[in-house]
């Protein structure tokens, strides 16, 4: 449940005034209540002049229609896709459960390749890949695919899946580096019907078996290994630990990267390359049903199992293709770049799905932005002319950081537009992007979404929207964004309140892999007949939205989601633990960094290397991005009468607004926590 507005986490969302020496911002006549709050920057108008939607009239005008006529809005804007067969009505909904576009039939990778080679751009670079390792100023690989080189690709690979037993319907689990192969896969997959079930190079093998197993995939591709900050993840390995007992997985594709031996299991292990060298270029697309499932997603929740998201064809590709051209306002001369990796949800829509839909040139980069040098990243914005970039905040200040002489060194004109996404973004940070990147000529779009809206919800329109610093501004067309009260009720400007969406929207999930009523649980029941996204937000005189962070049991760590809940089971895992409690504390590099507090089995001694063994011992049960930051050794975690663990004064004493005390030895939290009972 839960906690209310005052609870919530503190981000630093809070507009903060521009740091000298900012070019001053021009005020602008349609925001003119905000000047006192915070500083706004209109579209440039040499960007407006030649956007898609150039004014904010052009959007509100769209906006209006998509909330008053939704189905007319939707069928009209699903002519931008190729269907097999048109669908016969635009969406039942019968809530909280949405059909849309039922009775149409398409496929996603038909949307992605076929048809732009059909129109004549089979010769247009579709992926331009390069790998981490770096010698004498250049990536010692790099390869690049025309759509017409990636169609015969997908192909190969589509046969071959087949081959190893792959039907429609059938789920294949993807387990990559961030390599060419990771969107071939995907594509293949969609092309056959077989929903894939992208799993992040960063999980652990125990976290890839439990998705593996959740998802009940009948084949794995992976790799020998990746590259990341000079070292091997040793990816083969990991599955090899992960398939030990998942009798449904068949068979496993081994993509050879590095070329680190592993162990290859006869009849069981096959490579890449040699499954694919035997097959055709040629394989016809699957006529799909709209709501066939295009994916699953693991992300995480309230509790210690992550949900696997599941995504519906036709909806999720049509906004994840729309909001390509109305957010990053797509030109065919793009290089775009966006920075996640296809095991997140923004790898899928905006490295994959979106911008291949909308026929772009796409950069992937397989390695760490700061590898081998700080300036790696602007060296390939430089080296590639690099049009668009979109990345996460936490890079952007781990950039400042670094130092503006790094940026200095690189030629980054060729950038015309900045976006950032995945956590809020403080003022400080967007005003550094704006002003040592985007060298104050690039409109930025801080774009809010979720795995679960598929596609970008609230975002400025470059071309149209007026940015502040700080805030994600206005709900995309079709997006009907509230910040409400726990009656539903919508609070007033300038308050808190939970963010929750009143409409569905093409690209909603569809439920919860194998668990459907934690769909209806999770999302739909604290507010009557509305979505709720799990966030704190609030909307300003303007209706701008200024999103506060998460205020459910969810945290983000670098833009990473992980749950409390999940860090905790892992811990309690571990022989000596038990009972652990796990909170966020405000990071001025991650957003937030992860306190563990943690009680332990009687007799079990708090010495030695044991906080230290408790961070490996999470790191191999999740990740190593979810290593906590600190163990605190506790001797009882503070509770309410009811017995709820009091959180708030966990988060209290985690950001050190407590009592500090001696961290290496067990903290009495008892006291604190009979005073704070007295409070209550
Ligand atoms: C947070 C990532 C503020 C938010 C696309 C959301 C943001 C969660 C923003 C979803 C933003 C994402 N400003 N917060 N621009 N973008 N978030 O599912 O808390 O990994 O609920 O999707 O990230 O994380 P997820």
Redesign the pocket.
Known sequence: MARTVDDLPRMSAEPASAPGGLPEPRQNAVIDTASAESPVFPPPPAFAERARIKSLEEYRALYAKSMHEPEAFWAEQAKCLQWTKPFDRVLEWQAPHAQWFVGGQLNASQNCLDRHIADGHGGKVALIWEGEPFADGRPREERTFTYAELLAEVCRCANALRALGVKTGDRVGIYLPLVPEAAIAMLACARLGATHSVIFGGFSAEALRDRLADAGAKVLVTADGGWRRGAVVPLKQNADAALAGLPHLERVVVVRRTGEPVSMKPGRDIYWDEALKREAPVCEPVALDAEHALFILY?SGTTGKPKGVVHATAGYLLQAALTMRWVFDLRDDDVYWCTADVG???GHSYVVYGPLAERATVLLYEGAPNWPEADRIWDIVERRRVTTLYTAPTAIRSFIKAGDQHPGKHDLSSLRLLG??????NPEAWLWYHRVIGEGRCPIV???????TGAIAVAPIPGATPTKPGS?TLPLPGMAIEVVDHDGKPVPPGSGGMLVIGKPWPAMLRTIHGDPKRYVQNYFSQIRGKYF???GARIDGDGYLW?M??IDDVI?VAGH?LGTAEVESALVGHPAVAEAAVVGRPDDLKGTAIVAFVTLKTGTAPAGDLKEKLRAHVATAIGAFARPEEVRFADALPKTRSGKIMRRLLRDVAAGKGPQGDTTTLEDLSVLAALRQEEE
Do not use: F, K
């Not at 950032?420 to 973004?425: H, L, T």
């Not at 801080?446 to 679960?452: F, L, R, S, V």
């Open positions: 992300t997140w949800v923004t950032s996404v995945g956590e809020p973004i801080d774009t809010w979404w979720q795995t679960e994600a996204t799990g966030d999103v962070g998460r983000n989601r």
